[in-house]
């Protein structure tokens, strides 16, 4: 009799790794609602897509992924993500622990700003967002550890009177290979923030602050092409410095 309870065992665990990896992927998604709405799911939780996927009412479009098994004995939940639009897209792989928040590694996108939710995007601004990111770590929705960059291309905006700004590159450092400074820190996540060509001449620096905060500074310059109507809304930063260019200060929480 007690040569069946070892094969019993050994059934039963058979049998639970069976249904976990054939776990319909509707099954775990329906668990998660409302804040997670999901269409036409197929595949299972290891493997599977969704035509549409929907987060806090924000839809991100149709998403595939590759559940990781290994990390899931670390107590971590690691997968191979990407997100398809009509008008762009998102493929990273994400992590998630009890622990340590939500970390992207090789995350590549393209978006259209329209993509974002209006509270990180007000004004009616336009244009299209680039990331490529080696590593970007979340606490509680903000970001507190990033390294690559992010691009914005032909910014255009505000609503009222829309001009095209230009387009604009923030790079972030890793943490190793900052001087004098730490990417992750008690001053948060900091970046180099240069134009790609328009109207603006810009060079500073955007902090992510903890609390929410951000801090962008440093100085612009309108250069020759730029709209008179534009040139002359930097003279309200105030005096010119030595070359032209005017220092700058935009902050607030989001």
Do not use: C
């Not at 094969?7 to 319909?24: D, K, N, Q, R, S």
């Not at 992927?25 to 799911?41: D, E, F, I, Q, T």
């Not at 930063?237 to 200060?249: C, H, I, V």
């Amino acid at each position: 009799m007690k040569r069946i309870w070892p094969l019993l065992t050994l059934g039963v665990v058979a049998y639970l790794v069976f249904a976990i990896v054939t776990l319909p992927a509707n099954a775990v998604l329906s668990r998660l609602a409302p804040r997670v709405n999901a269409a036409g799911v197929e595949g299972s939780l290891w493997n599977g897509r969704a035509q549409l996927l929907q987060v806090a009412n924000i839809s991100l479009g149709s998403a595939s992924w590759n559940l990781h098994v290994l990390p899931l004995l670390l107590g971590r939940a690691q997968a191979d993500v990407k997100i398809t639009r009509s008008d762009g897209f998102v493929q990273t792989t994400v992590t998630a622990s009890l622990f340590s928040g939500l970390r992207f590694d090789r995350t590549t996108a393209s978006l259209p700003l329209a993509a974002l939710p209006p509270a990180v995007v007000p004004g009616g601004w336009r244009g299209t967002l680039n990331l490529k990111l080696q590593r970007l770590v979340l606490d509680q929705g903000w970001p507190v550890q990033a390294a690559g960059t992010v691009e914005a291309l032909e910014l255009t905006g505000p609503a009222r009177q829309p001009h095209n700004m230009g387009s604009y590159k923030v790079t972030f450092v890793e943490p190793a290979a900052a001087t004098g400074s730490k990417t992750r820190s008690g001053n948060g996540v900091s970046g180099a923030v240069v134009d790609l060509g328009g109207p603006l001449q810009v060079a500073g620096t955007l902090q992510l602050k903890p609390e929410r905060q951000y801090l962008l500074q440093g100085n612009v310059l309108a250069r020759p092409s730029a709209p008179a109507s534009v040139a002359r809304t930097l003279q309200f930063l105030g005096p010119p410095e030595a070359d032209g260019s005017r220092q700058f200060t935009v902050s607030g929480t989001l």
